[in-house]
């Protein structure tokens, strides 16, 4: 699968950012810190429907437009719960050039899920 590497460049520093806020964030208050990573784990869904995305082919007609994948929802059971570890595994994902090889479970289930959304008909 090819992507823009435009596109995957934004993707991964986004995810560098998450992580260093998400870093950040752990010096403060534990109230303070339970309310940002609300938003944290929002941005971190929002990220691996990004990647989800990134699997889609080229809708080009309407019947296609018709049965859309929703990427989020596909492998949001999926996905590892909100830590800086697990948004670190997604940045690392991210950096390889090709291929990937895992021994974390839940990514690779999340990568065979989005795989099919392209290449399984």
């Given amino acids: 699968m090819e992507v823009d590497p435009l596109v ?3 993707l991964y520093q986004d995810t560098r950012d998450l992580i260093d806020k998400m ?3 752990e010096a403060l208050s534990p109230e303070r810190n339970e309310r940002d990573r609300k ?7 929002s990220l691996m429907e990004r990647l989800g995305n990134a699997f889609k ?3 080009t007609t309407e019947e296609e437009l018709a049965v859309d994948v929703d990427c989020l929802a596909l492998v949001k059971p999926l ?3 909100l830590s800086i570890a697990g948004v670190e595994r997604l940045a690392e994902l ?3 050039r090709s291929g990937c090889s895992w021994r974390d479970p839940m990514v690779n289930a999340i990568l065979r899920k989005l795989h099919r959304v392209r ?3």
């Fill in 23 to 25: 870093t950040a964030s």
């Fill in 57 to 59: 082919p080229a809708a």
């Fill in 94 to 96: 991210l950096r390889k």
């Fill in 39 to 45: 938003y944290y784990r929002e941005t971190y869904h």
């Fill in 8 to 10: 995957l460049s934004k």
């Fill in 119 to 121: 290449y399984v008909k």
């Fill in 79 to 81: 996905i590892p719960e």
